[in-house]
C-alpha cells in the first residue's frame, strides 16, 4: 500500500512511503481493540474511592434503648447503617483496576486499530519537520494545510519534540505522541493519523 508523501504546506512531495500489508492491511479484530481499549482505560483509573463502614464511622457505642418490650425493632449502636450518619454497608475501597493483556493481544489490537485508519483513507504521512520555537499558530497552520483542522488528529513522532508537543497542546483535537506512547486508544479516537515519514520506519520495525 503506497501512500503519498505531504509537506507542512499541505502540498504532495512527489514521494510516496509504502505501509506494510502486516500492519496496515490485516483483518481487523474487534475483540483485540475492546481489550487493549478496557486495559488501557482501566489503567487511567486512579481507584482511591474509599466509604467508612461500621466500623469508622465516629460515634457513640452506647446502646439506643433496651433490647425487648419497646415494640420495635432492636438498636444496638448509632453507627448502623440503617442511621443517617452511620457506616456504608459494602462501600468502595482503593483497589487497583488495572489487568494483565499478553503482548500478542495488544500488538494485534494495535494493528488492527491502524488497519481501520488505512482502510477508511485517514492516514497522512507527514514528512519530518522541526519548529524552532514554539507556535501554535504554526501548528494550526499545519493542521489547515492539511485540512484536519477542528478534527481529532494524532500527530505521531519517532521521538520527543518539545517544541512541536508545546504548540500542539492549547490546539483543540490536537495530540501528538511518540512512537512508544502510541496506543489503541488514542488511534481510535483520532478522526485522522498523521505520521511523520522517519515514525513510520520506526511504527513498522517496531511491530
Not at 19 to 34: K, S, V
Not at 35 to 47: M, P
Not at 97 to 106: Q, R, S, T
Not at 153 to 172: A, G
Amino acid at each position: 500500500m503506497e501512500v503519498a508523501v505531504f509537506n507542512i504546506d499541505g502540498k504532495e512531495t512527489g514521494r510516496k512511503v509504502t505501509l506494510n500489508e502486516t500492519i496496515f492491511g490485516i483483518e481487523p479484530n474487534d475483540h483485540a481493540i475492546y481489550l487493549d481499549t478496557k486495559q488501557y482505560l482501566a489503567g487511567q483509573r486512579q481507584g482511591t474511592h474509599k466509604a467508612k463502614e461500621r466500623g469508622e464511622v465516629m460515634g457513640s457505642t452506647r446502646k439506643l434503648k433496651r433490647q425487648k418490650g419497646t415494640g420495635t425493632a432492636r438498636f444496638g449502636s448509632i453507627k448502623n447503617p440503617q442511621f443517617r450518619g452511620g457506616g456504608r454497608i459494602f462501600g468502595p475501597r482503593p483497589r487497583f483496576y488495572g489487568f494483565k493483556l499478553n503482548k500478542k493481544v495488544k500488538q494485534l489490537a494495535r494493528k488492527s486499530a491502524l488497519s481501520y485508519k488505512a482502510k477508511e483513507n485517514r492516514i497522512i504521512i507527514l514528512e519530518d519537520f522541526s519548529l524552532e520555537t514554539p507556535k501554535t499558530a504554526k501548528m494550526a497552520g499545519v493542521s489547515a494545510n492539511l485540512n484536519i483542522m477542528n478534527k481529532k488528529s494524532l500527530f505521531v513522532l519517532p521521538e520527543q519534540n518539545k517544541n512541536i508537543y508545546l504548540s500542539s497542546r492549547n490546539l483543540q483535537g490536537v495530540e501528538v505522541v511518540t512512537i512508544s506512547d502510541l496506543n489503541t486508544y488514542s488511534i481510535m479516537k483520532a478522526s485522522t493519523l498523521v505520521l511523520t515519514e522517519s515514525a513510520v520506519d520506526v511504527l513498522q520495525s517496531t511491530l
